[in-house]
């Protein structure tokens, strides 16, 4: 693999050579001129260079999603001049890269439209009432101007109100970067918002919103100031001094993306409301929150620095999205913003899922994170693959767990990320071996062994001695601990959705007996033993059965009608439940206590 030193050289002594005025800045308008047809003019204006030629790009991805998304292809009308006018002769090399002649000692201006439609990818999207741009999708560079200041001015309709995590220049629409990579990490919320500051601990936070909805802002302000406070439990320092909560409350979009000093979250308008709903607002913001340090502030080699124009491969990208999916419960119980009884559901919730996703004896996280860029989910995921995030997961909770026992509870995992941060920020970077010696740094142990094992390897997880160490229980009823003398239902490993002709498989999970009797995703069912299924009808049919009881299913295949004889199998008819032993002793309260950082459950 090339190393990242030497390609730093390397873009460091291109970039002196070649740049021939000092305090040199990209200038950068963005006119959004037609906001109702989501479109925008951009224009460029760039330093002299050495160069009779200059490359330059658009991302064909943008950070925190680790997908190519193609960017360039929304761009359109692309011309390039000189300071005077002067029309230069351009063609494209690749998908992402325009290359223009002839500018040997010239201040270049590029200008072309931008079509932005894309609200749930988080890159760019305007509409009447707002504009969000990830420069990554807006703003092209070149090797030479990537260092450079960049000063971003936008033209916009006259109601509207501009932020963003960068630095504002001489009016509320315009933004200083000190580096390109700086620009595309942080975001410009322009349009019509609600706009809430709080201050915590000198350091100034923003929540933007933009659209409607059922949310009570009022309330998120004053849990976003409790959530920020928690960051010290994990790491010493910040790494912003502001720091901007951007929030979409609309209609057909979710998810969240991390920035280097802000966040976007959109949410369905509605889902804010009820205590479930809210939860999941605030987790988010919580795991937002988190990458601030974890990958904004320290992340692995194959990250650093970012290539814009192709993959950056690593096999720590659980440590990144994963252990900041378990992070984030640290600042909501710490906070108290999550209850111990809601934390417990939660876990319940991963442990279920993790027994029912037979990829994780295919795939391990340290493969799963190489591999996230070509990763998908569906049915073919699900039985094959593991999800960084939901086994990364699991894979910073047994390491935790580790470290906790090996150090009689002095140490965490939470100190392996402050580490991290205090060793490995940015220019640097971290490796497997960091990590491994972090851990050895802390418990005084080899964790070679462990890491084989548990990262690279696809061996299982026994909740039961895990939980017990911190006084915990499984339960699928009333009989606490007690999963073999739970009520059961049948089980087929089909999972459906209603589907005008039927009900539509969307899933067969591996080993189950709809696997076995060959039933597949897109299998279209009708009836069962000869009696049509209404749609939705199919968890009541299967009352009817007892396990072992074979059915048969009617079901169109491609239009082909068929039929497949499913032996029932069985699962508890009740969820899986997190309980506090009832006789948990003064170790296991303690071993809670420091992990969660509040008090043992009492007994209700
Ligand atoms: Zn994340």
Redesign the pocket.
């Known amino acids: 693999m090339f190393n990242y030193k030497f390609k730093l050289i390397i873009a460091i002594s291109l970039f002196f050579s070649q740049l021939i005025s000092a305090n040199a800045s990209v200038k950068i308008n963005i006119n959004i001129e037609q906001p109702e047809h989501h479109l925008a003019l951009v224009e460029l204006k760039f330093e002299r260079v050495n160069k009779n030629h200059i490359n330059f790009h658009l991302p064909t991805w943008r950070t ?1 999603r680790y997908q190519t998304l193609n960017l360039a292809n929304g761009i359109r009308e692309f011309s390039a001049k000189d300071s005077y006018g002067n029309v230069l002769s351009w063609e494209k090399t690749d998908k992402s890269t325009w290359q223009v002649q002839d500018t040997e000692n010239k201040k270049i201006i590029l200008s072309y439209q931008v079509y932005a439609n894309q609200l749930a990818k988080r890159t760019r999207h305007i509409d009447d009432s707002h504009a969000f741009l990830d420069s990554s999708s807006v703003v092209m560079y070149s090797n030479v101007s990537r260092g450079l200041a960049h000063e971003v001015q936008l033209i916009v309709p006259n109601e509207w109100r501009s932020f963003s995590g960068l630095e504002t220049g001489a009016n509320e629409h315009q933004f200083i970067a000190s580096t390109y990579d700086q620009l595309v990490d942080s975001p410009i919320e322009t349009g019509i918002n609600e706009h809430h500051q709080f201050s915590v601990d000198s350091r100034q936070y923003e929540l933007v919103i933009w659209g409607e909805g059922n949310f009570d802002s009022a309330k998120m302000v004053k849990d976003l100031q409790i959530l920020v406070k928690q960051s010290k439990h994990i790491w010493q320092g910040y790494p912003f001094k502001r720091y901007v909560f951007m929030v979409h409350a609309t209609s057909g979009a979710g998810g969240a993306t ?1 920035h280097v000093n802000s966040t976007i979250i959109q949410r369905s308008r509605f889902k804010f409301s009820t205590r479930k709903d809210y939860l999941s607002f605030i987790a988010v913001a919580a ?2 929150f988190v ?1 601030t340090w974890n990958v904004k502030q320290y992340r692995p080699q194959g990250l650093v620095p970012y290539d814009y124009q192709q993959e950056n491969y690593s096999s720590l990208l659980w440590l990144v ?1 994963g252990s ?1 999916s378990y992070l984030q419960y640290q600042l909501l119980l710490r906070g108290n913003l999550m209850t111990t009884d809601e934390f417990f559901t939660t876990l319940a919730k991963r442990i279920t899922a993790h027994r029912h996703k037979p990829g994780t004896t295919s795939q391990s996280v340290a493969q799963a994170s190489f591999d996230a860029w070509i990763s998908e989910g569906g049915d073919y995921g699900n039985n094959h693959s593991v999800n960084i995030y939901a086994e990364g997961f699991l894979a910073s909770w047994l390491l935790d767990f580790d470290i906790l026992t090996k150090t009689a509870l002095s140490k965490s995992y939470r100190n392996v990320h402050n580490l991290l941060y205090q060793q490995h920020r940015l220019p640097k970077s971290y490796q497997e071996e960091d990590v491994l010696n972090i851990l050895e740094q802390i418990t005084g142990e080899d964790y070679q062994a462990w890491w084989q094992e548990n990262i690279e390897g696809t061996t299982g997880i026994d909740f039961r001695l895990l939980l017990a160490q911190a006084g915990l229980e499984m339960s699928y009823g009333k009989n606490i601990n007690d999963e073999s003398s739970t009520k059961s239902k049948v089980w087929t490993g089909l999972k459906t959705k209603p589907n005008t002709h039927g009900l539509s498989v969307s899933s067969v999970e591996k080993n189950s007996p709809a696997w076995h009797a060959g039933m597949t995703t897109d299998d279209i069912i009708i009836a069962i033993d000869g009696l049509r299924l209404a749609n939705k009808e199919i968890e009541n049919r299967l009352k009817d059965f007892k396990p072992k009881q074979s059915i048969t299913i009617t079901y169109f295949r491609r239009d082909k009608l068929r039929t497949a004889t499913v032996q029932l199998a069985e699962i508890p008819k009740n969820k899986l439940k997190i309980i506090p032993m009832a006789k948990a002793n003064e170790k296991q309260k303690a071993f809670f206590k420091v992990w969660t950082g509040v008090d043992f459950p009492q007994k209700k």
């Open positions: 925190g991390e795991h937002e990458h999205e900041t």
